[in-house]
């Protein structure tokens, strides 16, 4: 069974920087681009990062560039986003979605459980 | 970047109605559509991809078409547990870019 965990969402000042973790079981984890998708407070989803199955490629939402990083550790089974430089804009809950294929172009076949981020001072 | 835009935004019907939504991108993008539906609490789960494909699991009611810039979803014989939001992504290429979804409700 496919399972998705994420942790590391926290309150975090305006400005502050946080590390989301989402571990993987039940597929093999090298063999799948992965995502990850936010969803402000009563809003719709909004795509942030993605990265190829083995991290090499990585893809970011305009929103997001040059603030946040998508990174993989295939050895442990984890997806990481370290965000920086976070903004009120960036509260939400996020979660980490597995593509159905080894590239980013591919739907989402999983959804973790979602972790939630508020930016406020 | 391409734009994908939901229609409605809401609808309302009834038991055992068949039920439209539209979904159209600001550019061609083949068949690189997939639907998604998120109930009330609950994470997203994947519909319908490739357009038209449906996900393992999900009932025959659902079914999606279209190719280029013009999709739909459609729920034959809507059913109570069908409430729920719903929702188009492109991903033929980064950003995978989600419609603003479409809440669907029963009358």
């Known amino acids: 069974e496919v399972q998705l965990l994420e942790s590391g969402g926290d309150l975090v000042q305006p400005g502050g920087s946080l590390r989301l973790s989402c571990t993987a079981s039940?597929?093999?984890?090298?063999?799948?681009?992965m995502n990850w998708v936010r969803q402000a407070p009563g809003k719709g989803l909004e795509w942030v990062s993605g990265?190829?199955?083995?991290?090499?490629?990585?893809y970011y939402a305009d929103s997001v560039k040059g603030r946040f990083t998508i990174s993989r550790d295939n050895s442990k089974n984890t997806l990481y986003l370290q965000m920086s430089s976070l903004r009120a804009d960036d509260t939400a809950v996020y979660y980490c979605?597995?593509?159905?294929?080894?590239?980013?172009?591919?739907?989402?076949?999983?959804w973790g459980r979602g972790t939630l981020v508020t930016v406020s001072s | 970047d391409i734009q994908m835009t939901q229609s409605p935004s809401s609808l309302s019907a009834s038991v055992g109605d068949r039920v439209t939504i539209t979904c159209r991108a600001s550019?061609?993008?083949?068949?690189?559509l997939a639907w998604y539906q998120q109930k009330p609490g609950r994470v997203p789960k994947l519909l319908i991809y490739?357009?038209?494909t449906l996900q393992s699991g999900v009932p025959s009611r659902f079914s999606g078409s279209g190719s280029g810039t013009v999709f739909t979803l459609t729920l034959n014989s809507l059913q109570p547990e069908d409430v729920a939001t719903y929702y188009c992504?492109?991903?033929?290429?980064?950003?995978?870019?989600f419609g603003q979804g479409t809440r669907l409700e029963i009358k």
């Open positions: 550019q061609g993008i083949s068949n690189y």
């Open positions: 979605a597995k593509a159905r294929g080894l590239g980013i172009a591919a739907a989402v076949n999983y």
């Open positions: 992504q492109k991903y033929n290429s980064a950003p995978l870019t």
């Open positions: 039940g597929f093999t984890f090298n063999n799948y681009a």
């Open positions: 490739g357009a038209s």
């Open positions: 990265l190829s199955g083995g991290g090499e490629i990585t």
